[in-house]
């Protein structure tokens, strides 16, 4: 571990560093020292802060559409692609079989090591300080983000399209699915009456929310 690039990439320095080695620890390294208590606490403290950000930036969106942009902004993926920027997962104390696995990749490996990350530097000094790093590293995301009423996933919306229509709702069927357990890639099929549409993706839901979006993508 190379403590002094992530504190770079950070642009916060850690007056105990113990604090980020054991937020870069992951269970199957060290059973007694790991991440996990780490990673509890900033889920906490990033769904708080988030959500005081969303609440502040959007004075007219009800409780249902704050919820879903929270979700966007604090989903596995988002976490696992900011902890890719910061190369954590270079980083990371791994066991040997998570190791061989890349589990230096996987998203949700990825996403625990950085909310441990923010509690260590919670911890290390304030929660104006944790504040002010999230606000920085979710910057570019928050004015990224889509409008409200787009939020829902493909499948929402399409069963509700063709519901306000009254017409037959889809049926998705797993046409294949190969790949090591934790590399799986399903291929999906969406039929709606006549329209049928295909999809991949590293899980079931990946895939139908993918086939159901080319599905609302023809029908609209």
């Known amino acids: 571990m190379n403590p002094e690039l992530i504190q770079q990439r950070l642009h916060y320095r850690f007056t105990d560093s113990s604090l980020l080695e054991a937020a ?3 269970r199957s390294f060290s059973g007694r020292r790991n991440n996990e208590r780490l990673e509890f606490l900033g889920d906490a403290l990033l769904n708080a802060i988030i959500a005081q950000a969303l609440y502040v930036t959007y004075p007219k969106a009800s409780e249902g559409e704050l919820s879903r942009l ?3 902004l604090v989903k596995g993926e988002t976490l696992a692609s900011i902890a890719a920027e910061l190369g954590l997962g270079d980083h990371l104390h791994l066991g040997i079989g998570e190791m061989k696995s890349g589990g230096h990749r996987r998203t949700s490996i990825l996403a625990d090591a950085f909310e441990a990350v923010l509690a260590a530097v919670y911890l290390d000094s304030n929660f104006d300080t944790c504040q002010n790093l999230i606000q920085r590293l979710f910057a570019t995301r928050f004015t990224s983000l889509p409008p409200v009423n787009e939020l829902k996933d493909p499948k929402t919306r399409l069963q509700e399209y063709l519901q306000a229509r009254q017409q037959p709702l889809p049926v998705y069927t797993v046409k294949s699915m190969a790949g090591d357990p934790h590399e799986r890639c399903f291929v999906i099929e969406c039929v709606i009456g006549d329209l049928v549409t295909h999809a991949s993706g590293s899980s079931r839901r990946k895939a139908e ?9 023809h029908i609209q």
């Open 24 to 26: 870069l620890t992951h």
């Open 70 to 72: 929270r979700a966007t």
């Open 209 to 217: 929310q993918e086939a159901a979006r080319k599905a609302l993508e």
